[in-house]
């Protein structure tokens, strides 16, 4: 199963004040990259975990079937199953796995543990296995995933624990902290202080703006102060929205998770 996404970023930089240095470290800043990765889609069946693939109807149409046997991504699904408890898995129909997730990760890991530096990642998931997350978006409307492929924006729900456990299981010199909401993450690095000084100099329209832009940064659903048309209300991000990072353990903890 392919996930394909139109917006994201990512910065590998090697920051280092002297150009003899032996060791640079690298500062690596992902953003809504995670979700951007290929996933695979598993079902529970009476054959015990089956990945869903896609096969061709007589119309010409696409459908998805289950795999007749394992392939190369149950690898990836057993892992994920071994690092979570039995009960998180045991109420799942549907596993969903990245395993280009689980193998970056434990690359950036090792390079942060051996060099130095950290990793920021930030992305919409969750902190635990991932059932049945992968989605397609079409002029900001969802739509039949099977339905025109190419066309639409796929993307699928960020399993930062499984990032967590790649990292530690990487190497022994990096430490991860996280996740933590966007809301926390922004909080603790003062927005709140921020927007609060700002909107003493500024317009009612620049007020307004503000205010909107804060709440989906921070907010949680749609926004309780909004006057204008409804199908124009800003959603708060502030809790989909999720931050970790993988330092090494020499750098500290880094000051927003504290």
Request: net charge negative; hydrophobic share 40%; aromatic share 10%.
């Amino acid at each position: 199963m392919v996930s394909d996404s139109s917006s994201w970023s990512i910065a590998l930089i090697k920051v280092s004040p002297y150009t003899f240095s032996a060791i640079v470290p690298t500062i690596i800043i992902a953003h809504e990259f995670y979700d951007a990765l290929p996933v695979h889609q598993f079902q529970r069946g009476s054959r015990g975990w089956c990945e869903k693939m896609i096969d061709v109807t007589e119309d010409s149409l696409f459908r998805f079937v289950l795999s007749p046997q394992p392939t190369p991504a149950t690898l990836y699904l057993m892992k994920r199953c071994k690092w979570a408890v039995p009960e998180e898995v045991e109420k799942l129909n549907q596993i969903e796995v990245c395993p280009k997730a689980m193998d970056l990760t434990y690359t950036l890991a090792k390079r942060i543990g051996a060099d130095g530096g950290g990793a920021l990642i930030i992305d919409y998931g969750l902190n635990g296995v991932v059932s049945d997350s992968l989605q397609a978006i079409r002029k900001h409307k969802f739509v039949n995933i099977l339905d025109n492929p190419g066309s639409a924006d796929l993307s699928a729900y960020v399993d930062f624990a499984s990032i967590k456990y790649s990292a530690e299981e990487a190497s022994d010199d990096v430490s991860v902290h996280g996740p933590i909401t966007q809301s926390q993450f922004l909080g603790s690095l003062g927005i709140n202080f921020r927007v609060e000084a700002l909107l003493q100099n500024c317009t009612d329209e620049q007020a307004e703006s503000l205010r909107t832009g804060y709440w989906r940064l921070v907010g949680d659903g749609e926004a309780p102060f909004w006057e204008g048309p409804e199908e124009q209300a800003p959603i708060g991000m502030g809790t989909r929205y999720m931050a970790m990072s993988i330092v090494n353990k020499k750098q500290g903890i880094p000051i927003p998770f504290q």
